[in-house]
């Protein structure tokens, strides 16, 4: 690809296409006034909109949409963007001027988004995600796609010294293949799909309703009662269902990943996906807090892996804005995870348990009472329906013997790194001088046997949770962290 230069020290306008986004966003705003004319027209109502006439309403109309129009229009000719020493400035308002001034190397990401009309006139709609606590710190809908990439590559490479940037590509490491996508679809969760469906079909029941007047739910009830359950009728709709919730997993998954690629330089990662609009989002290394892979029973069959990047500042209840990009090779792993942690933990360091107290206290405090409560409940209407508590009862159980035996840790010097799970598995790896805080965690069982649950505070608002380990083995972890942040000492990697 030819390298383009663009003068980034020079303010840079929006493109000219903005406008067919201002005037989008306008029609969209209008939209009820529309609705109340069509239906005006033809419903004919005496009295009401219908009266004024087609030739007046429609200067209604227009009138509102220039009106709408000119705020956007006015902060489309004052928007500029530019670079100005290490600082990124934003310049924009309606009557009052703001200015936005970000320091390059507080930015986290930069994402460039691309849906159709953006492909149309080769523009992008770029977020400039920064460490501050409101996510987006600033969007711009409309600028040039060929600028946009370019302004991904120069924030990049801050701190900058000269005023042109070009855009070589970087390595390009990973690619989705359709088989991938295939294999992914296999592995999703079904029964979280099968419940979105269901919750999907139930709102639309109660829209029907609404709009006709027609019992929707007493009309199925009717209908399925007129049925005789045959194992073919069963085995039939029990294999549409199924049919039916693999192909929502396949679109679900072609839309998260369709066309995804993560390229690596010296600077971080970018990645790009995306099916009914293109993405590309820039990630600065120093940005990022931890990484973690996880995989379900179904992925680890299949040798596949979902890793997840935490930046700095990430909500953990805005999961559109993580960062998941999906592993087929283990080779893969080690070399992405590579650029922000040279040597796992677990490849240098013995490996630690939590204490077997976890499995057993568990289960008797919140388990237990719960099983016996239900099983009271459902004897008085039917004895042989104890057996679901008692089976609820065996299966957390066993799921809590299990998550207590594969909860391991390792630490060294720098890092450490966590394995959890039940069926699947999830492992984290947090490098030290990323750690902002430290927390113990005692009650009077724990500190009658020793113990303690330590947490590890990142910026990237993920907590890392040792539970029932040694209170000794505790304080050494978090004077060693507290060490890291009060000093911050240069290490090399082991």
Known sequence: ?????????????????????????????????LLLFIGGKFLKKERGIAELGMGYFMLIIIGFIVVTSIPYVIQYL?????????????????????????????????????????RFTETCELKIETAGDEGTEVEIKAIDEKKAYALQELLKKAPITVETISTPEPETILGIRFWDIFKLSL????????????????????????????DTAKKINEEADKIAYTTNIILAFTVTVLLITF???????????????????????????????TQKKLLIKENIQQISWKNNLLQRILGI???????????????KQWIRIPIMQERLLTQISHIYQHVWPSQVAASNGIDASY?????????????????????????????????????????????QYNYTFWFHQNSIQICKGVWG???????????????????????????????????????VKLPFIPVTQANYIANW???????EPNFNDL
């Not at 919140?366 to 008085?380: D, E």
Request: charged residues 15%.
């Open 1 to 33: 690809m030819q390298d383009k230069q663009f003068d980034w020290y020079t303010p840079q306008k929006l493109s000219p296409y903005a406008f067919l986004f201002i005037i989008g966003k306008v029609i969209n705003q209008s939209w009820a006034f």
């Open 78 to 118: 004052r928007f500029r963007i530019f670079v100005k020493g290490n600082d990124l400035i934003v310049l924009k308002g309606l009557f009052t001027k703001k200015v936005i001034t970000i320091p390059i190397h507080k930015i986290q990401s930069v994402n460039a988004v691309q849906g159709y009309l953006n």
């Open 187 to 214: 592995s999703e969760n079904h029964v979280k799909t099968f419940l979105l469906i269901l919750t999907y079909l139930l709102t639309k029941i109660d829209d029907i309703k609404n709009l006709f007047g027609i």
């Open 247 to 277: 192909i929502v997993s396949f679109i679900r998954v072609l839309v998260r990943y369709y066309n995804m690629k993560l390229k690596i330089s010296e600077k971080g990662f970018e990645t790009q996906w995306g099916f009914l609009q």
């Open 305 to 319: 892996q979902i890793l997840r990047f935490f930046m700095t500042s990430e909500k953990s209840n805005t999961p």
């Open 359 to 403: 499995k057993w206290r568990n289960t008797i405090i919140y388990v237990t009472p719960l099983s016996i409560i239900a099983g009271i409940i459902v004897y008085f209407t039917s004895p042989w329906l104890t057996l679901i508590p008692l089976a609820v009862f065996i299966y957390f159980a066993i799921i809590h013997i299990i998550l």
């Open 425 to 463: 598995r999830e492992q984290t790896i947090l490098n030290f001088k990323n750690v902002q805080q430290v927390e113990i965690k005692t009650s009077p069982f724990l500190r009658s046997h020793h113990l303690c649950t330590l947490l590890l505070h990142s910026a990237g608002e993920d907590v």
């Open 481 to 487: 962290c507290l060490v890291q942040i009060e000093f």
